[in-house]
């Protein structure tokens, strides 16, 4: 299925990141509210718990705890699917693909 995919058991040179989300307090939140674990290894799943490294308020690179999908600004539900023709003008969508520097 193309929403999941499969992290190898954290090789050495990711284990600093992966031990850094697991002591803040929005992982603590996160396995509070949702009663699911982090995820570190195996295949993930729309809706599961992951470390991504994304910017912080200063535009610095940090790891987070985040629910893999996007939040649907019109319901209370997570979207994980886009077509690429109209990913840049779909309001869930628009403001991410806009600013990707990849």
């Given at each position: ?23 803040t ?14 995820i570190t ?38 979207v ?23």
């Amino acid at each position: 299925m193309c929403t999941r995919y499969f992290m190898d058991d954290a090789p050495s040179e990711l284990s600093d990141l992966i031990e850094a989300v697991m002591r803040t307090q929005l992982a603590d939140q996160f396995v509070r509210n949702c009663g699911r674990p982090i995820i570190t290894s195996g295949e993930v799943r729309p809706t599961d718990i992951v470390p991504v490294l994304a910017p912080n308020k200063n535009g610095a690179r940090t790891v987070f705890p985040m629910r893999w999908g996007f939040k649907n600004p019109d319901h209370d539900s997570t979207v994980f699917n886009a077509r690429v023709e109209s990913v840049g003008k779909k309001p869930t969508f628009k403001d991410a693909w806009n600013h990707t520097d990849v």
